[in-house]
């Protein structure tokens, strides 16, 4: 049995990153298949949720890496973390053991479900991705599940951003396909008043070329109004994994 704990990893969003992987499947679980994902192709496509681990295993684990120097615990790993039906019980199982921030990295695709809204409220930081402006976009980049509708999830967003008390972070990945709507996602990301917005371009090796730090400059300009954060002008903290192996499964490039 592989351990569903791994890195830490570098961060250029949130430090030295112990990774929590409650799917741990053996190919990709995700309700997207998004052109540029680092980890292939999707293999298992859901929208329903359910356990892939117990939060037993978690809690074995968590106990070998109590010492561990690291700024952030954060759920991701082989796929889309809400999907796990014991995400909640998982993030509090990491609070009551370890005196680190803990962040959800989600695609923001089941967000419109008030128990997904539940259980990500209790994360201190949500990185939620939005990279389309408009349906057509939306399935031409993520490649989403037949049922997921991109204004049920910028809906889902908003109304967690009403009652979330943590930082709400978006994530935007910038490619050919969305580069000229770069205005219309900052509009979109206005209204929904996340404390900062990632401004990404997939670095890491992936089926789609990255724009060049020209072009993201560009794109910072249109985010005038927000915080945003750059990944060409963001360090990366060193950080020595605890299993190579099992990171790199995870994330490909460290
Ligand atoms: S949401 Fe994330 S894990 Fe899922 S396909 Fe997109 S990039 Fe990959």
Redo the contacts with the bound molecule.
Sequence with gaps: MSPIIYGPVPSWRLGKSLGIDLLSTKG?T?C???V??Q?GR?LHLLTERRQFVPAERLAEELESVKGLDIDYVTFSGM??PTLASNLGRAIELVKSVLPFPVAVLT?SALMDEREVRQELALADTVVA?LDAPNEELFQQI?RPASTLRLKDIVSGIGKFRQVYKGKLVLQMMFIAENMHHARELAKMAESLSPEEVELNTPLRPCAVPPLSPEDMEVIEGQFARLKVVNVYKSPKPEVKPLDIKETLRRRPKL
């Design positions: 990709k995700c997207f298949d998004c540029y994902c980890l999707t796929g889309e695609n991705k993520n």
